[in-house]
T-cell receptor, first 112, second 112 residues
């Protein structure tokens, strides 16, 4: 079945880079997403990548996709305390019922 | 203007009660969803409607009944609330072609 996995916790120092990893099982995934959830708040779409891309950069965020290994990563450069949140990886298909499968979320803690 | 709005944001109610959570989106999307986020932050899809038609119905107790009066609204009604229903419920929407999902702020339901 479809599954998306992430490590549960990551702790980094302010100013360092953070790398949050995600693996998925469904090879027919078309879009892969990163969402951010701040404490007590909803889910904010950070970025997404189409499955035929290897990399996407958006300011401090870099998304890398290794389709062969079904591995997705989110790199946050110059991590700030405001980046502390839970980061969810998600995947979806172009066809079918548009069911989005979310990972378990990675709780990023940024230390001052 | 809020793109996906849901009400109420917080709801505390007693076991056995019936309650509804309302959701509206002003993005002109044709697909709407309900997700449940449990205490461990796992996000699971419950329902999805496309053009007012139910297209995803995961294994959810039939005490949960979604209602979509039009494309812009998807309400969630829960009968005979149980302690295990305590969670954050997220409404979301997407336009099928764009395939990017936008979430509401979440509704925190506590059953006591």
């Amino acid at each position: 079945g479809e599954d998306v996995e992430q490590s549960l916790f990551l702790s980094v120092r302010e100013g360092d880079s953070s790398v949050i990893n995600c693996t998925y099982t469904d090879s027919s995934s078309t879009y892969l997403y990163w969402y951010k959830q701040e404490p007590g708040a909803g889910l904010q779409l950070l970025t997404y990548i189409f499955s035929n891309m290897d990399m996407k950069q958006d300011q401090r965020l870099t998304v890398l996709l290794n389709k062969k290994d079904k591995h997705l990563s989110l790199r946050i450069a110059d991590t700030q305390t405001g980046d502390s949140a839970i980061y969810f990886c998600a995947e979806s298909h172009e066809e079918g019922t548009y069911k989005y499968i979310f990972g378990t979320g990675t709780r990023l803690k940024v230390l001052a | 203007d809020t793109a996906v709005s849901q009400t109420p944001k917080y709801l505390v109610t007693q076991m056995g009660n019936d309650k509804s959570i309302k959701c509206e989106q002003n993005l002109g999307h044709d697909t709407m969803y309900w997700y449940k986020q449990d205490s461990k932050k796992f996000l699971k899809i419950m329902f999805s409607y496309n053009n007012k038609e139910l297209i995803i119905n995961e294994t959810v107790p039939n005490r949960f009944s979604p209602k979509s009066p039009d494309k812009a609204h998807l309400n969630l009604h829960i009968n005979s609330l149980e302690l295990g229903d305590s969670a954050v419920y997220f409404c979301a929407s997407s336009q099928a072609q764009a395939n990017t999902i936008y979430f509401g702020e979440g509704s925190w339901l506590t059953v006591v």
